[in-house]
């Protein structure tokens, strides 16, 4: 069963860039069916989805922040990555890396698998 | 862009019914997924595509949507389900995911 480990610096300050990895262990990332996605979770609030990508189809960014978001995937390290520049205090975050079953031209997607989360804090 | 909207808070005694809304405009239209999240832990989904459920999902929950509400409905509600629901869609014509603000579900 596909676990998701997110790993990166836990602590950065104003205008640096946040960068997380998230890997993968007992399944693939990459491949036809899924995307793979990154959600946040600021301290006692909802769930924001940040983006998703797909090896062949693309990938997809939340408008508010795709100014700031890139991501990647790194299949043959079973990887898949997050880089957000200049971030601010509102930044401050736990971040969950998730497999995003989407059928993005059906319109709907949803996240079957999440890994288990990593604060990360932005502080001066 | 599109908002979904929960209540915080649903209280229920163990043994009775839970019924968790998020409302947004014409939901009833769009595919909707509910995720538990409990204390200190990452969010599980509960229900996919509207009223599914994953494999080790009790029958207990269920879901619906119709205009502008869905429903998450829990039946014989256990300590166990006390924690955090959120709903979420793929909002097509802004090509984003949305989540709902989240609604805590407390067993009294």
């Known amino acids: 069963q596909l676990q998701l480990q997110e790993s990166g610096p836990a602590l950065l300050k104003p205008s640096e860039t946040l960068s997380l990895t998230c890997t993968g262990s007992?399944?693939?990332?990459?491949?036809?069916?899924?995307?793979w996605g990154w959600i946040r979770q600021s301290p006692g609030k909802g769930l924001e989805w940040i983006a998703s990508?797909?090896?062949?189809?693309?990938?997809f960014y939340n408008p508010s922040l795709k100014r700031r978001v890139t991501v990647s995937l790194d299949t043959p390290k079973n990887q898949f990555s997050l880089k957000m520049t200049s971030v601010v205090a509102a930044d401050t975050a736990i971040y969950y890396c998730?497999?995003?079953?989407?059928?993005?031209?059906?319109?709907?997607?949803?996240?079957?698998?999440w890994g288990q989360g990593m604060l990360v804090t932005v502080s001066s | 862009s599109y908002v979904l909207t929960q209540p915080p808070s649903v209280s229920v005694a163990p043994g009775q019914t839970a019924k968790i809304t998020c409302g947004g405009n014409?939901?009833?239209?769009?595919?909707v997924h509910w995720y538990q999240q409990k204390s200190g832990q990452a969010p599980v989904l509960v229900i996919y595509?509207?009223?599914d459920r994953p494999s080790g999902i009790p029958e207990r929950f269920s879901a619906s949507s119709s205009g502008n509400m869905a429903t998450l409905t829990i039946s014989r509600v256990e300590a166990g389900d006390e924690a955090d629901y959120h709903c979420?869609?793929?909002?097509?014509?802004?090509?984003?995911?949305?989540f709902g603000g989240g609604t805590k579900l407390t067993v009294l």
């Open positions: 998730a497999r995003d079953y989407g059928d993005y031209g059906a319109g709907f997607n949803w996240f079957d698998s």
């Open positions: 595509f509207d009223g």
């Open positions: 014409r939901i009833g239209n769009k595919v």
């Open positions: 990508i797909h090896h062949k189809d693309g990938t």
């Open positions: 979420q869609v793929w909002d097509s014509s802004s090509d984003q995911g949305v």
């Open positions: 007992g399944g693939s990332i990459g491949g036809d069916l899924h995307y």
